[in-house]
């Protein structure tokens, strides 16, 4: 019978991809691609014979970059020039000519091939949902609205079985709360696990090789979309991200199927949820273009707070604080002081740290005056 090699493809994240590999033992010999790469290309600069075949390797998503971009396009050619012809072949997250080259192998009897993917999901646990939702809710000041309509897209999220990407705005002034709720939502609802990409680093056109995936043997969006953790994805400051990487958003938001130049992505399922600074609906309207704004299926506005609200963050912020200061100051000290210095309105969580930084640091300084009044 003829000898043929054993492809194991096994799509998902780093860690799902090292669960997903056999126990090997001290006596097992196994190689990683790059290693082999590197003692394949020695030999050819010593002009000495390669004959290091690997009985089992492994080829981790992250190998891809050690590599040409020139060598990309004969990826399944190169594993075989490396490879014993029974070898054990482990293949994380394969870019689309790797996976398309052995799926060809593979119907033409080359080869045996199979593929693993990870299982993503929100959790959907209705019995605790309520709990959930509480929990959420008391970690958030002043956003009740908020609040509210993201508690009724989390119900559906878990309720029906939905394939399509489902995609949420959080908008408002900056500092109220929407990365929060981000964490919040992957804290209960996706185990603490997300994709969080912030747009706003995303400033010219070298980054159109990460949206578009130009270059196989560096990161790209689709890279990281397929060793994602979770079916979460965050995007932070829409509104910095400049307009020509929205194409890339177009496919991502209205398919289960992502493609870049380079990759292939399952993203059924996921939800995606973007901020943004903009204070109207027709603000984000005009600034984002139609064919973004209509791929968005819920947007919540985050209001500004209010007087109440802004009591609740002072008195929160102070007592979060206390364990630094204790032994000098009192909580009512600080209130005491600060309090002239927040104003009814206009203030958010990222101001009012500010002032309670301040006060802290002013009061505390005061024995230092003291003493050196005294001198």
């Not at 509210?148 to 999220?157: D, F, G, N, R, V």
């Not at 929407?178 to 992957?186: D, M, P, Q």
Request: proline content about 2%; charged content about 30%.
């Amino acid at each position: 019978m003829e000898d043929k090699r054993k492809y194991h493809i096994i799509i998902g994240s780093k860690a799902y991809f090292d669960a997903s590999l056999p126990d090997f033992s001290e006596e097992d010999e196994v190689d990683t691609f790059l290693e082999l790469v590197k003692l394949s290309d020695a030999a050819k600069q010593s002009r000495y014979t390669f004959d290091q075949y690997a009985n089992t390797l492994i080829v981790k998503n992250n190998n891809y970059h050690g590599i040409v971009e020139a060598a990309h396009d004969r990826l399944g050619p190169l594993i075989e020039d490396l490879t014993a012809d029974d070898a054990e072949i482990y293949i994380h997250n394969p870019p689309r000519v790797l996976k398309e080259y052995l799926e060809d192998q593979h119907k033409r009897s080359l080869i045996e091939l199979d593929v693993k993917s990870e299982e993503y999901g929100i959790k959907r646990d209705s019995e605790m949902f309520v709990e959930n939702i509480t929990s959420i809710s008391s970690n958030l000041f002043g956003q009740e609205n908020a609040i509210a309509e993201i508690s009724k897209s989390l119900w559906y999220l878990t309720t029906v079985k939905r394939e399509k990407p489902y995609v949420i705005m959080l908008y408002g002034n900056s500092s109220l709360g929407k990365t929060e709720l981000v964490r919040e939502i992957s804290k209960k609802f996706f185990g603490d696990k997300c994709l969080e990409k912030h747009l706003s680093m995303f400033k010219n056109n070298n980054y159109s090789e990460y949206f578009f995936g130009d270059a196989p043997n560096r990161k790209s969006l689709g890279f990281d979309l397929l060793e994602r953790e979770s079916n979460l994805i965050f995007f932070d400051e829409l509104d910095k991200c400049p307009e020509h990487f929205f194409s890339a958003f177009y496919t991502l938001f209205d398919n289960t199927l992502f493609k870049d130049a380079t990759y292939d992505v399952d993203v059924s399922g996921i939800v995606i949820i973007l901020t943004s600074n903009y204070q109207t609906k027709d603000e984000m309207k005009k600034q984002l273009g139609l064919p973004i704004f209509y791929r968005i299926d819920k947007m919540i506005h985050f209001d500004d707070f209010g007087c109440d609200t802004i009591y609740a963050i002072v008195k929160s912020e102070i007592k979060a604080r206390e364990s630094e200061y204790e032994d000098k100051l009192s909580p009512e000290m600080v209130y005491a002081a600060v309090s002239s210095l927040v104003s009814a309105t206009g203030e958010n969580a990222r101001t009012i740290k500010y002032k309670v930084q301040q006060v802290i640091e002013e009061l505390l300084f005061q024995e230092v005056v003291q003493k050196m009044a005294k001198n």
